[in-house]
């Protein structure tokens, strides 16, 4: 074998690689992801709360100055972590009584919404105590004016419903969603579990996201270069077999 041909097989995590495109493959399977959970918690110091679990990835071969390099995906996962998302609902009528009757954090009417135009501080609180927001689409114009300089740099713009919409579904749905975006930098990192989960319901939930990565990004999974798994508190432990 030449010289460089050894360097590059040593470059790719020194395994063999009879076929060219093998040498992109991450081992991002269940089991190897699995193990890589355990080991997380196992050398995380215990704490006198339930740390969130967080998933690395760094990205490679992203054109950073490309708009069409920004990623930006919402991802539903298998299992709700402890730490569920809070929810705001922007409605009027029946759609926000059904939206309180399904424990929506906060339920913003017409009337409150107009009234905090131009109140930076109240709009700033709004935008940083939850996490989703969700808004009857008539109201949308509205909430484009009122809450758009806020919640547009946040990545929190709200998701349009008729008024006719499940919104309890909606709720559900969206208390174990998470966003996957990059910022500045070709890396994502999202909490994705709790560590009082089980390791099989956390392993899913990384999966969930690895597969809209693969599915979303141009090179699917040749974009991934590596992919980490910490506690809240806890050292990174690398994904690998």
């Known amino acids: 074998m030449a010289r460089t041909e050894r360097k590059r097989e040593y470059f790719y995590n020194c395994i063999p690689f009879p076929q060219w495109h093998e040498v992109y493959k ?22 006198k709360f339930n740390q969130s679990i967080e998933l690395i990835i760094k990205l490679q071969d992203i054109d950073m100055k490309s708009p069409d390099s920004k990623l930006q995906e919402v ?6 972590p402890e730490k569920t998302n809070k929810i705001c609902v922007i409605g009027s009528g029946e759609l926000a009584m059904k939206a309180k009757n399904a424990n929506a954090d906060y339920v913003i009417e017409r009337a409150e919404l107009e009234s905090i135009g131009g109140k930076k501080q109240e709009l700033r609180k709004v935008a940083n105590n939850y996490d989703f927001f969700i808004a009857e689409a008539p109201l949308m114009p509205l909430v484009g004016r009122t809450l758009g300089s806020v919640l547009g740099p946040r990545g929190k713009m709200p998701l349009p419903v008729p ?15 998470i966003v996957v975006r990059m910022r500045n930098q070709p890396i994502l990192q999202n909490r994705v579990a709790t560590e009082n989960m089980k390791d099989e319901e956390i392993t899913e939930n990384i999966q969930a996201i690895i597969r809209v990565l693969d599915a979303k990004l141009k ?6 270069k590596a992919a980490y798994i910490k506690t809240a508190m806890g050292a990174p432990v690398k994904i690998q077999a």
């Open 219 to 224: 090179k699917g999974m040749k974009n991934i």
């Open 26 to 47: 991450l081992p991002l399977d269940q089991k190897t992801i699995l193990n890589a959970v355990k080991e997380a918690k196992g050398k995380s110091e215990k704490r």
């Open 75 to 80: 991802v539903e996962l298998p299992y709700s």
């Open 163 to 177: 008024p006719s919409a499940d919104i309890a579904s909606l709720i559900k749905k969206h208390r174990k969603t």
